[in-house]
């Protein structure tokens, strides 16, 4: 029998879908499944950020987040597989929280990513607070004293390379943390077009002017640079 993984994200958290936000977590899942794991995913949202597809206020089953996330799990073959929770209620796309709970305790390895849903720890066998955020992650908690969840994992790993190591400014929480790459299903990424002559990007970090620690010698460095700082790039 194949192991049983059961993967936290979000996915459905914007209403009307960011393709690149989306892809962070789907590329857990689907890579996890091409290795031949039994995988599972949950994500649960607050009904207050339900929006519909012009940002107005909807409830859960009217919802932009809910008919995408549908289209996203019927895509790829998640119906059966997949659950979209609305907090406090039973309101659900593919798998209800029942379902959920009843996986749960066959589950060999549950990857949190940001420690966003509880519900499962405790009642898996093994669970990892996985963080896509590096730095973020660490001085919300550390600097601002904002729950990120971080309590009650067996492991925790991060995709910050630089994170813990010597030369490294930014706080660790008082965890050890595992270091791992994004995973990328390179069968979703073939093209016939040939390659352009660069690759582009826009980006940005909000609250950057908050979320920068001046106390830890970074001044008014950008939050990028910092970021990349945390991720593995040469300093600043």
Not at 27 to 52: N, S, T
Not at 167 to 173: D, L
Request: negative net charge; contains cysteine.
């Amino acid at each position: 029998m194949a192991k049983r993984i059961l993967i936290s994200g979000s996915m459905a958290g914007h209403p009307v879908g960011y393709g690149g936000n989306i892809w962070a977590f789907l590329q857990w899942v689907l890579g996890f499944r091409r290795l031949g794991f039994d995988v599972y995913y949950v994500e649960e949202r607050q009904g207050k950020d339900l929006m519909d597809e012009d940002f107005k206020p909807a409830p859960f089953s009217k919802s932009a987040n809910a008919q995408s996330f549908r289209r996203l799990i019927d895509r790829f073959d998640l119906g059966d597989r997949a659950a979209l929770l609305e907090a406090g209620t039973s309101a659900h796309v593919g798998l209800s929280r029942e379902d959920i709970d009843k996986v749960a305790p066959d589950v060999d390895l549950f990857l949190n990513q940001f420690g966003a849903y509880t519900a499962a720890l405790g009642r898996v066998r093994r669970s990892v607070y996985l963080d896509l955020d590096p730095g973020h992650t660490q001085i919300w908690q550390e600097q601002y004293g904002v729950d990120m969840r971080l309590r009650d994992h067996d492991l925790y790993m991060t995709i910050g390379l630089n994170l813990g190591e010597p030369g490294c400014p930014f706080p660790t929480c008082g965890v050890r943390w595992e270091k791992t790459l994004w995973p990328i299903v390179l069968s979703e990424w073939a093209t016939d077009d040939p390659p352009g002559p660069a690759f582009t990007t826009v980006a940005n970090w909000r609250d950057a002017d908050r979320v920068v620690p001046v106390d830890r010698g970074l001044g008014s460095r950008p939050a990028d640079a910092a970021r990349q700082w945390v991720a593995g790039g040469v300093p600043p």
